[in-house]
């Protein structure tokens, strides 16, 4: 197992850290980056180091604080809805930690070519920011969740995984809860019902045609059936990215998305359900076109849940 030492991430933080009291600042996050194989596979031995960045913003209240590690989407770390969640979440006394997967591996337009990274890379990207922050004194330890959305989604809702934890989990620090929105759930992994015993919710627009809601409703029922804290909370007529800009509903001609495909893991492979092979972009059952768009009762109902949630697992005040 290949991953960055204490040692480096305890020197990094040192040479990243002006004086606590900073409300704002960027960190960087040694990673690597892997194919979905080398994760499915649980090795990072042939991974290609990178040194990601990510927006670390501090509450005015004492710490140590509680901290989401917020996954950007295809449409990159300065979406909307990172932004948004920044602005929802610090004044409740909790961090936020907007972590940069694209910039530093030279990811322009993730929504038009997907293939440029891997969902699952991002998994082992958001265990290292844990290290990070849990070395970090003005952030506590056993208070962190993951949230993410759309790609960061994927990597939030399977980085619960057991299987994914044991291969590349963090060193020190502890997940409290995993917060995804509208990721795509049309997977099927080895394992996928062992999962870390903390939260899960996923929310998601009952009419997003990005990422159909009809898989995740499957999986989190599957997961809850299993004994697990997993709950969806679905939108009638929602769109994808419903939490982001107020800019009204989009498309996006140029974007592949694999709503309409099943993807199997096989012997160490993502393939495509319908033919056996390896999944690809140029598989017949993908379509290019998805939309979303703004809700503004759909994003007040979920930062109220997301909300309540997290005062409970943090034991805010």
């Known amino acids: 197992m290949r991953r960055a030492s204490l040692a480096l991430i305890v020197a990094l933080l040192a040479s990243n850290s002006p004086a606590a009291a900073q409300h704002a600042q960027d960190l960087t996050v040694p990673s690597l980056t892997l194919t979905n194989e080398q994760v499915l596979a649980g090795s990072a031995a042939d991974g290609t180091p990178v040194v990601l960045t990510g927006r670390l913003r501090l509450p005015r209240t004492t710490p140590p604080f509680p901290v989401v590690v917020l996954m950007h989407g295809s449409g990159g770390p300065d979406s909307g809805p990172v932004a ?5 979440l610090r004044p409740l006394g909790i ?23 891997g969902s699952l890379t ?20 056993q208070r962190i969740a993951l949230m993410g959305f ?31 929105f509208y990721p795509l759930c049309n997977y099927e992994f080895v394992d996928e019902l062992d999962v870390a015993d903390a939260p899960i919710r996923e929310y998601h ?16 029922g599957r997961l809850a059936a299993a004994g697990h804290d997993a709950v969806m909370t679905e939108y009638p007529g929602v769109l994808h990215q419903f939490d982001g800009r107020d800019d009204g ?5 140029t974007a592949p998305t694999s709503r309409n495909c099943r993807r199997v893991e096989r012997d160490g492979l993502l393939l495509n359900a319908a033919t056996g092979r390896p999944f690809s972009y140029d598989d017949a059952c993908v379509e290019y076109g998805p939309g979303g768009g703004y809700d503004a009762d759909a994003t007040a109902k979920a930062e109220a849940s997301v909300t309540a949630l997290l005062e409970e697992v943090f034991a805010l005040p």
């Open 84 to 88: 948004r969640w920044e602005w929802v």
């Open 122 to 141: 991002r998994i082992y990207d958001a265990y290292r920011a844990v290290d990070i922050l849990a070395a970090d004194p003005r952030i506590d330890p």
């Open 205 to 220: 627009g009952g009419a997003d045609d990005y990422a159909p809601p009809e898989p995740c409703r499957a999986y989190v």
């Open 95 to 117: 961090a936020t930690f907007s972590l940069d997967s694209f910039t530093a591996r030279g990811v322009l337009d993730h929504a038009s070519d997907p293939s440029q990274l």
């Open 150 to 180: 759309s790609m960061g989604g994927i990597a939030t809702l399977y980085g619960a995984m057991t299987r994914f934890q044991r291969s590349f989990g963090p060193e020190r620090g502890r997940i409290v809860a995993y917060l995804a």
């Open 249 to 253: 509903d989009w498309t996006d001609p």
